[in-house]
C-alpha cells in the first residue's frame, strides 16, 4: 500500500530539518577516523624480557624474562659477585607523558634479590612509548637521603605529573636499621632533560 502525498509531506517535514545535520556529523566521523592517531599497543610487562644490572651490582647486566611479573635467573657462581641466582619481581608501574612526543611512556619498578642473600634492590626502568628505553632512574644509593640504607618505593606511590616521575620512598631514620625497615617518608621527582634523568624540587 503506497505512502498518501500527506504521509510523503509529513516524513519530508520531519527529516527535512535533520538531513543536513545527519550528513555533517557523518563527515565529521569519517574525518575524525581518517585524522584520528591509533592508539599505541603498551607491551605486557609483567611478561617482558628486560635487561638488568640488580642496581648495578652486575655492571653489564642479565636478561631477565618475566612471566607472570617474576623471573629466577641463574648467575654465574665463579664470577663476582659469587652468586648462585637472582629473583626479579616487578613491584609496579606508572604510564604518562615524559618525553613530549605525545606517546604514553611507562616507568617499570623491577626488584631483583640476589641470592643467597637477604637483602632486595630495586631498579626503576624508563620505556618511552615510541623509541624504546630511554634510561634508568639514578639508584637511591645516590640519594641525599641514603644515610644508613638506600630509600626503599612505595610501590603504590609511583606516580608521572607533568612529564615528572615521581616517586613515594621510604628513607631510613637515626633509629632504624635493616631489620625494622625505613620509617621516614619522602617524595622524589625525576624529570627527563632530553639525556638523562635529573632531580628536581618537590
Known amino acids: 500500500m503506497g505512502m498518501s502525498r500527506v504521509g510523503q509531506r509529513w516524513v519530508s517535514t520531519l527529516v527535512g530539518p535533520w538531513a543536513g545535520l545527519l550528513l555533517i556529523c557523518l563527515l565529521l566521523s569519517g574525518c575524525w577516523a581518517q585524522g584520528a592517531r591509533a592508539p599505541e599497543s603498551q607491551p605486557d610487562w609483567r611478561n617482558t624480557t628486560y635487561t638488568v644490572t640488580c642496581d648495578g651490582i652486575i655492571p653489564g647486566g642479565f636478561q631477565a624474562t618475566l612471566v607472570d ?3 629466577r635467573v641463574p648467575a654465574d657462581a665463579g664470577r663476582p659477585p659469587h652468586y648462585d641466582h637472582y629473583d626479579v619481581r616487578l613491584e ?3 604510564s604518562g607523558q615524559i618525553d613530549g612526543d605525545g606517546v604514553p611512556d ?3 619498578l623491577l626488584q631483583c634479590s640476589p641470592q643467597p642473600s637477604n637483602g632486595t634492590l630495586e631498579e626503576a626502568q624508563v620505556f618511552s612509548g615510541a623509541h624504546g628505553r630511554l634510561g634508568v632512574l639514578p639508584s637511591a644509593t645516590t ?3 641514603s644515610k644508613i640504607l638506600a630509600p626503599l618505593y612505595d610501590p603504590a606511590g609511583l606516580s608521572i605529573q607533568r ?3 615521581v616517586a613515594q620512598m621510604k ?3 637515626p633509629g632504624d636499621s635493616h631489620a625494622s625497615g625505613p620509617s621516614q ?6 624529570h627527563w632533560d632530553g ?3 635529573v632531580r628536581t624540587p618537590t
Open 106 to 108: 611507562t616507568v617499570v
Open 92 to 94: 609496579a608501574t606508572a
Open 143 to 145: 640519594l641525599r637521603e
Open 195 to 197: 639525556h638523562r634523568f
Open 163 to 165: 612529564r615528572d616521575i
Open 69 to 71: 611479573g617474576g623471573a
Open 171 to 173: 628513607a631510613y631514620g
Open 185 to 190: 617518608r619522602i617524595t622524589v621527582r625525576w
